[in-house]
């Protein structure tokens, strides 16, 4: 009887963990489970102590309330301009109706994968090569808005899809490699094209500038020179006048009419001395036996001149 009632405690003790295990339900933070009444769903249990009903109630599904990274696996797409383009990317979504995660779709996940595939075909395939690599960011808003909507009934939030990668055919990468080698080239040589054609501007410019400063340090130096010409020639024709007027004012004084005679003695019977020889031959006046009288003619001008008023 003692082991009788012994076994009846330990089945009893059993039964009663079984039962609190069955009752309680603790959920992690950021987590929700379903759970259903015989079948049906019933509610969903929150973060924290939960009670349900043991052997009744049962939870059906657990999700997960984070952002989740879902890893889309590479595909084939063919561009506008028919060339195959291999494309993988990374999509984030979080669950926000864990009633409709666990009953709109069998599989969420494997739902938003596949549609993240076709919207990227159908993208990619509007599209010619050269723009998929420059418009990345209107791909993936075009992917998320295209999932976002359809996901929405399966208590699901798309948040945003990345393109990991694109990568083309080794032909095209060949053919983009030279045609970048080719962009480049054209421009060193346009680059090179210019700085010649700089040089020669400048060069030009130079010589221009050059030749105008020559032109007018040659018109200045000119005008130097006329100018110093024309002082030149005033300095010696004042100098002659004051000459003149002090020699007039000297005749008029006394004794200086008979020093005028002298000195146009002295320079006749000079320049008679010196009188030129050409060939062999002297050449004198005509009538130097009357040297007296031109002497006198000579002074006859000079009296004349000195009686005449001074300017």
């Known amino acids: 009887m003692q082991l009788t009632l ?29 759970v259903e009444r015989l079948g049906k769903y019933h509610a969903i249990l929150g973060p924290g102590l939960n009670i ?20 889309v696996p590479p595909q084939v797409c063919i561009t506008r ?12 979504f979080q669950v926000t109706d864990p009633m409709r995660a666990s009953y709109g779709s069998s599989n969420y996940v494997a739902a938003i994968t596949q549609l993240a ?25 075009s992917i998320v808005n295209a999932i976002d909507e359809s996901a929405a009934n399966w208590g699901v939030k798309v948040l945003r899809y990345e393109i990991k990668d694109l990568t083309p055919p080794k032909e ?6 030279a045609q970048i080698t080719a962009e480049r080239e054209k421009r060193a040589l346009i ?13 030009a410019t130079g010589e221009r500038e050059a030749s105008i400063a020559r032109s007018e ?30 020699t007039g004012a000297a005749i008029r004084e006394p004794g200086g009419l008979d020093a005028v005679n002298l000195k146009v003695a002295e320079r006749y019977v000079e320049a008679f001395s010196k009188l030129a020889k050409t060939n062999n031959s002297l050449i004198v006046p005509g009538d130097v036996g009357n040297l007296g009288g031109m002497i006198a ?12 008023p001074a300017p």
């Open 6 to 34: 012994g076994s009846l405690t330990l089945v009893f003790f059993i039964l009663a963990v079984v039962f609190v295990i069955k009752t309680i339900k603790v959920v992690p933070q950021q987590h929700a489970w379903v």
């Open 52 to 71: 349900v009903v043991p052997f009744i109630d049962r939870v059906a599904y657990k999700h997960i309330l984070k952002e989740i990274p879902l890893d």
């Open 81 to 92: 301009d028919n060339t195959q383009l291999q494309v993988d990317g990374i999509l984030y």
């Open 117 to 141: 595939q076709t919207t990227l075909r159908s993208v990619i395939g509007k599209m010619e090569l050269d723009k998929t690599f420059e418009e990345r960011d209107h791909i993936n808003t």
């Open 172 to 177: 095209i990468l060949h053919a983009m490699q």
């Open 191 to 203: 680059a090179a094209s210019e700085g010649r054609k700089q040089e020669q501007i400048n060069i």
């Open 217 to 246: 340090g040659e018109k200045q130096a000119a005008i130097n020179r006329a100018q110093g010409e024309a002082a030149a020639i005033i300095a010696i024709a004042t100098a002659t006048a004051e000459a003149l007027r002090q």
């Open 297 to 308: 003619s000579a002074m006859q001008i000079v009296k004349s001149q000195s009686r005449t």
